[in-house]
């Protein structure tokens, strides 16, 4: 176990507890393994960008009367997460998040939630960007969160919501 071989813990108290089936110890610390092994085979994994316009498009020539947008709000968010791959208790987390603006205009940035839930407890909310204005065909640092991880965390998952002249970019990264 503290070489964190899990796999390899998990057969040695299975043999212990072939020996001694009533174990107690032994089938704490092979659940325990398993658990860890488990947790370093997850993953933060970003979701797709959803994004959202406030205008109506039946005013589109030849579209009138139909649930037509014109798509003139066009970015994504993207994540960095600090550590990537496997996280255990009481590591330090940073979650980074940036706008990239895939479009021809600038995006202003007006407002912006960024929340975690992890265990059942959500935490965040309202944000103040770093970088308001995002210039047409560029990546901005937006914001940050960061944390400890919680020991028998078995559930996380990010939310980052940009909203610029009431249309907005929602992502969510979740750790499977």
């Known amino acids: 176990m503290a070489g964190r071989q899990f796999d390899q813990a998990i057969g040695l108290y299975d043999e212990a507890l072939k020996l001694e089936p009533g174990n107690s110890h032994a089938q ?7 658990a860890q092994r488990d947790a370093n085979r997850k993953k933060f994994v970003a ?3 959803a994004v959202t316009m ?3 498009g039946g005013d589109l020539a030849g579209f009138e009367g139909a649930a037509v947008q014109k798509l003139d ?6 994540f960095e997460m600090t550590p990537a791959g496997a996280i255990k208790a009481g590591d330090t987390w940073t979650l980074r998040f940036y ?17 975690v839930t992890a265990g059942g407890q959500r935490t965040g909310g309202p944000q103040v960007p770093r970088a308001r204005e995002i210039a047409p ?3 901005a640092l937006v914001g940050e969160m960061g944390g400890s991880w919680q020991d028998g965390t078995t559930a996380w998952a990010a939310e980052v919501i940009v909203s610029a002249k009431g249309d ?3 992502n969510t990264m979740i750790w499977r």
Request: aromatic fraction near 2%; charge should be positive; proline fraction near 0%.
């Open 28 to 34: 704490s610390q092979k659940a325990s393994a398993a």
């Open 99 to 115: 706008v990239v603006n895939e479009g021809k205009k600038a995006i202003r940035i007006s407002d912006m939630t960024a929340t």
């Open 73 to 78: 709000f066009q970015g994504r968010i993207e």
């Open 54 to 56: 406030s205008k109506g």
């Open 168 to 170: 907005t970019l929602k």
């Open 47 to 49: 979701g797709r960008t």
């Open 137 to 139: 065909q560029q990546r």
